[in-house]
């Protein structure tokens, strides 16, 4: 039978000096942080059998940037021999930490390049530490179910429609010979979008986090894995949840609840293999590029279509049609593989994965880059600010064509079958 070991690391990631946060567009006018709610860490697992290796980082970032990965993998890849393939560099999505791209608009916040360099060389000495506590672990998995996804566009329809949403709650549990927990993966899908407030959190994820790995105690790490929650924020059952830091830890004190009562449930073993990844990109079919004469027009714009129609036409001559969609499959056993992608991917994309792979493929969106929202069909036809109105943030050429989830999902479906 195959043996996989397990390090663990949890290495602080906060921001020693006061930077701009990103995630919302209202930061663009606070200027740095003022204080901080919750510290951010990574959280990094790798994993090992025989001579092959793999990590997975999950980091309380808003995401990774994609002008930044490349360099960061091939430094992973010549320190420690792990392929850059076997990489996955996760994020939680909070948007109450910096932003770290500097292929955005001003509005989804301003790169310090400082902190990003000194967080990455954070995080690279952070694998040495967890492949120093590497051992041989057996994988538990259960399901669980947590109300606190709410479909943020559903509930401002008329009448309200609350889904789709995906309440399930998987936690993967990675055990020590001496039955202790060395590791815990928390699989939701929910943005960490509760306060506005300008100081540094990890959101309710945090605090669930860190209550659950003091509860399980003896050193476990808990990292949290965000699905495809593109459209899903916290609710309470009828309306999106918003408030202060109290709200925040109340939140999160409840989520680590639903954790909590998933792992003491009995929970399944999972058949071990040999690590296995692999790779993909499907290109993603923009409507249309921008002509220059309207560029030239709008850069007038006050505000991000200003900004943006500046962005256009430093970038013109280079625009591609279409954006490649980067799929990463971590299998970690016969009945367990992770599923990245580098795009804020809204929730029927997840729930269509777990259907065609009869839940044995978990879906995690902000791994390995972000280029912006993939929105449904439907969403296309809708309007509104996933497909359309995002599209100026994230400094994109335009939205994508109408033809977009029957190619995602046809890449989906070929690449998972």
């Given at each position: 039978?195959?043996?996989?070991?397990?390090?663990?690391?949890?290495?602080?990631?906060?921001?020693?000096?006061?930077?701009?946060?990103?995630?919302?567009?209202?930061?663009?006018?606070?200027?740095?942080?003022?204080?901080?709610?919750?510290?951010?860490?990574a959280?990094?697992?790798v994993?090992?059998?025989?001579e092959?290796?793999?990590?997975?980082?999950?980091?309380?970032?808003?995401?990774?940037?994609?002008?930044?990965?490349?360099?960061?993998?091939?430094?992973?890849?010549?320190?420690?021999?792990?392929?850059?393939?076997?990489?996955?560099?996760?994020?939680?999505h909070?948007?109450?930490?910096?932003?770290?791209?500097?292929l955005?608009?001003?509005?989804?916040?301003?790169?310090?390049?400082?902190?990003?360099?000194?967080?990455?060389?954070?995080?690279?000495e952070?694998?040495?530490?967890?492949?120093?506590?590497?051992?041989?672990?057996?994988?538990?998995?259960?399901?669980g179910y947590?109300?606190?996804?709410?479909?943020?566009?559903?509930?401002?329809?008329?009448?309200?429609d609350?889904?789709?949403?995906?309440?399930?709650?998987r936690?993967?549990?990675?055990?020590?010979?001496?039955?202790?927990?060395?590791?815990?993966?928390?699989?939701?899908?929910?943005?960490?979008?509760?306060?506005?407030?300008?100081?540094?959190?990890?959101?309710?994820i945090?605090?669930?986090?860190?209550?659950?790995?003091?509860i399980?105690?003896?050193?476990?790490?808990?990292a949290?894995?965000?699905?495809?929650c593109?459209?899903?924020?916290?609710?309470?059952?009828?309306?999106?949840?918003?408030?202060?830091?109290?709200?925040?830890?109340?939140?999160?004190?409840?989520?680590?609840?639903?954790?909590?009562?998933?792992i003491?449930?009995?929970?399944?073993?999972?058949?071990?293999?040999?690590?296995?990844?692999?790779?993909?990109?499907?290109?993603?079919?923009?409507?249309?590029?921008?002509?220059?004469?309207?560029?030239?027009?709008?850069?007038?714009?006050?505000?991000?279509l200003?900004?943006?129609?500046?962005?256009?036409?430093?970038?013109?001559?280079?625009?591609?049609?279409?954006?490649p969609?980067?799929?990463?499959?971590?299998?970690?056993?016969?009945e367990?593989?992770?599923?990245?992608?580098?795009?804020?991917?809204?929730?029927?994309?997840?729930?269509?994965?777990?259907?065609?792979?009869?839940?044995?493929?978990?879906?995690i969106?902000?791994?390995?880059?972000?280029?912006?929202y993939?929105?449904?069909?439907?969403q296309?036809?809708e309007?509104?600010?996933?497909?359309?109105?995002?599209?100026?943030?994230?400094?994109?050429?335009?939205?994508?064509?109408?033809?977009?989830?029957?190619?995602?999902?046809?890449?989906?479906?070929?690449?998972?079958?």
């Amino acid at each position: 039978m195959t043996t996989i070991r397990l390090g663990v690391s949890k290495v602080d990631i906060t921001p020693e000096k006061p930077i701009p946060l990103a995630g919302f567009a209202v930061r663009s006018e606070l200027g740095a942080f003022e204080g901080v709610s919750h510290r951010l860490f990574a959280r990094i697992f790798v994993f090992v059998t025989g001579e092959v290796k793999a990590v997975l980082i999950s980091a309380d970032l808003l995401w990774w940037g994609s002008d930044r990965v490349p360099a960061l993998k091939q430094r992973i890849h010549e320190r420690y021999g792990i392929a850059e393939a076997a990489i996955l560099l996760h994020s939680t999505h909070t948007h109450s930490g910096p932003q770290t791209s500097s292929l955005f608009t001003s509005y989804l916040g301003v790169m310090d390049e400082n902190y990003v360099a000194s967080m990455e060389n954070i995080v690279i000495e952070g694998i040495n530490a967890a492949l120093l506590s590497a051992e041989s672990v057996r994988i538990e998995q259960g399901s669980g179910y947590s109300p606190l996804g709410i479909n943020r566009r559903g509930v401002v329809k008329s009448p309200p429609d609350i889904g789709p949403v995906d309440h399930e709650l998987r936690v993967i549990r990675f055990v020590k010979v001496d039955g202790s927990t060395k590791g815990l993966l928390v699989h939701y899908a929910c943005h960490p979008v509760i306060t506005r407030e300008n100081l540094v959190s990890s959101e309710y994820i945090g605090v669930a986090m860190a209550s659950v790995e003091q509860i399980v105690g003896g050193g476990t790490v808990a990292a949290f894995l965000q699905g495809t929650c593109g459209d899903i924020n916290p609710g309470d059952g009828e309306q999106v949840i918003r408030g202060n830091n109290e709200v925040v830890k109340q939140v999160g004190t409840d989520f680590a609840k639903c954790i909590l009562e998933t792992i003491v449930r009995p929970m399944r073993h999972l058949t071990p293999c040999h690590l296995q990844w692999r790779k993909t990109s499907v290109d993603l079919p923009l409507k249309s590029l921008p002509e220059r004469s309207q560029l030239e027009i709008t850069a007038r714009s006050p505000g991000v279509l200003g900004e943006w129609s500046s962005l256009m036409l430093a970038r013109l001559e280079r625009l591609p049609p279409s954006i490649p969609l980067e799929l990463t499959e971590l299998k970690l056993g016969e009945e367990l593989s992770l599923l990245g992608m580098n795009a804020e991917v809204v929730v029927d994309y997840g729930l269509y994965i777990k259907q065609i792979t009869k839940g044995t493929v978990l879906p995690i969106g902000y791994t390995n880059g972000m280029f912006g929202y993939i929105p449904t069909s439907q969403q296309l036809m809708e309007g509104g600010y996933e497909p359309y109105e995002s599209t100026l943030y994230f400094a994109m050429a335009s939205s994508f064509d109408s033809t977009v989830e029957a190619t995602v999902k046809e890449a989906l479906l070929k690449f998972l079958s």
